[in-house]
């Protein structure tokens, strides 16, 4: 299972971190990334870790890191300078396994 976690109110320009807890399998033994799905829109890809190697999708690049955390079993996504268009409910993937989601919403 994946649990997100982290999401809720952000202005515009500030920065938010989303977790994501695995249980019942290893991160570290597969590869595991971050989706979103803003209103009305398809659910697109943002960021991922692939065995040692990390990579962002162009719409955050720049503005996101994502990191694993072996010894929690997390994967994180850290986001700064947000916009309004990076609202969207994030979810965490690793194969066929999708986390419930978690709700970001950048707003004044």
């Known amino acids: 299972q994946l649990q997100a976690s982290g999401g809720g109110l952000v202005q515009p320009g500030g920065s938010l971190r989303l977790s994501c807890a695995a249980s019942?399998?290893?991160?570290?033994?597969?590869?595991i990334g971050w989706f979103r799905q803003a209103p009305g829109k398809e659910r697109d890809w943002v960021a991922g870790?692939?065995?040692?190697?990390?990579r962002i999708a162009d719409s955050v690049t720049g503005r996101a890191t994502v990191s694993r955390d072996v010894n929690k079993n997390t994967l994180n996504l850290d986001i700064s300078r947000m916009t309004p268009e990076d609202t969207a409910v994030y979810y965490c993937n690793s194969g066929n396994t999708w986390g419930q989601g978690t709700l970001v919403t950048v707003s004044s």
């Open positions: 870790v692939f065995g040692f190697s990390t």
């Open positions: 019942g399998f290893r991160l570290a033994d597969y590869a």
